[in-house]
C-alpha cells in the first residue's frame, strides 16, 4: 500500500546534540512537508519542498534543517539551535503543491529532551 | 480570530447523536479541507470543499461552506465512538503559491 512512513516513532535529544527524523514517502508525489505540533495545537509549518532539490522555509523554520535530494525521502534535523524541540512532527505529501490538493500524512515521531 | 480557528474546542456527545465542528476564517480561500487525527497518530484527510461550493457529502460526514461568513461546518451523523478523534480544518488561501493553514481543532469524545 502507498503512504508516507516516518521512522522513528519516539526520539530523545541530548543538549546540543543535532538529530535526524525520516520521512519516505511511496506516493510519487511531488510535493512535501514538516509540521510541528505542541499539546492542544494545531500543525505549524517548519519547512515545505514542491520538487526534488528545491525547499521553502514555512513559519517556524528557525533551529531545523532539511533536504530532498530525493523525490520519494525528506528528512529533517533538528538542529541544537533550536532550544525547544520537545514537540510531535508530522510529515505530510501531496500530489502538488499549493494547498489544492489533500496532504497526506505519516503517523508522526515525538521527540523529546533527556 | 485566526485563520481556520475551530468551535467548540471540545465536545462530548453520547453514541448515536449528531456532532456539528465549526471553523471560521479570515480571509479568502481556494478550498477548505477536514481532517481527523487519532490520538496519536497522524492526519487523516475527510473532505475537501472548494470556494464555489457549498455542501458536500462523504458517508456520514456533512461539510457546508457559507464564504459570506467566512465559515464551515462538520456534521457528523449518529456518531460512533470510533469517531472519537481531534478534527481540523484547514484553509488553503486564494494568494497563488503554497499556503494551507490548520486550526487548532476540536477534540470529539464520544461515549459509548
Known amino acids: 500500500d502507498g503512504g508516507i512512513t516516518q521512522s522513528p516513532k519516539y526520539l530523545f535529544r541530548k543538549e546540543g546534540q543535532n538529530v535526524t527524523l525520516s520521512c519516505e514517502q511511496n506516493?510519487?508525489?511531488?510535493?512535501m512537508y514538516w509540521y510541528r505540533q505542541d499539546p492542544g495545537q494545531g500543525l505549524r509549518l517548519i519547512y515545505y519542498?514542491?520538487?526534488?532539490?528545491?525547499?521553502q522555509k514555512g513559519d517556524i523554520a528557525e533551529g531545523y534543517s532539511v533536504s530532498r535530494e530525493k523525490k520519494e525521502s525528506f528528512p529533517l534535523t533538528v538542529t541544537s539551535a533550536q532550544k525547544n524541540p520537545t514537540a510531535f512532527y508530522l510529515c505530510?505529501?501531496?500530489?502538488?503543491?499549493?494547498?489544492?490538493?489533500?496532504?497526506?500524512f505519516g503517523d508522526g515521531t515525538r521527540l523529546s529532551i533527556l | 480570530s485566526q485563520q481556520g480557528e475551530e468551535d467548540p474546542q471540545a465536545l462530548s456527545i453520547q453514541e448515536g447523536e449528531n456532532a456539528t465542528m465549526n471553523c471560521s476564517y479570515k480571509?479568502?480561500?481556494?478550498?477548505l479541507q477536514w481532517y481527523r487525527q487519532n490520538s496519536g497518530r497522524g492526519l487523516v484527510h475527510l473532505i475537501l470543499?472548494?470556494?464555489?461550493?457549498r455542501e458536500k457529502h462523504s458517508g456520514r460526514l456533512r461539510v457546508t461552506l457559507d464564504t459570506s461568513k467566512k465559515s464551515s461546518s462538520l456534521l457528523i451523523t449518529a456518531s460512533r465512538a470510533a469517531d472519537t478523534a481531534s478534527y481540523f480544518c484547514?484553509?488553503?488561501?486564494?494568494?497563488?503559491?503554497?499556503?494551507?493553514?490548520f486550526g487548532a481543532g476540536t477534540r470529539l469524545f464520544v461515549k459509548a
Open positions: 505530510a505529501s501531496s500530489i502538488v503543491s499549493g494547498g489544492y490538493q489533500p496532504q497526506h
Open positions: 506516493l510519487n508525489h511531488d510535493a
Open positions: 519542498s514542491q520538487i526534488v532539490n528545491d525547499f
Open positions: 480571509t479568502s480561500i481556494n478550498n
Open positions: 470543499i472548494r470556494s464555489n461550493e
Open positions: 484547514a484553509t488553503a488561501l486564494n494568494t497563488g503559491g503554497f499556503k494551507t493553514i
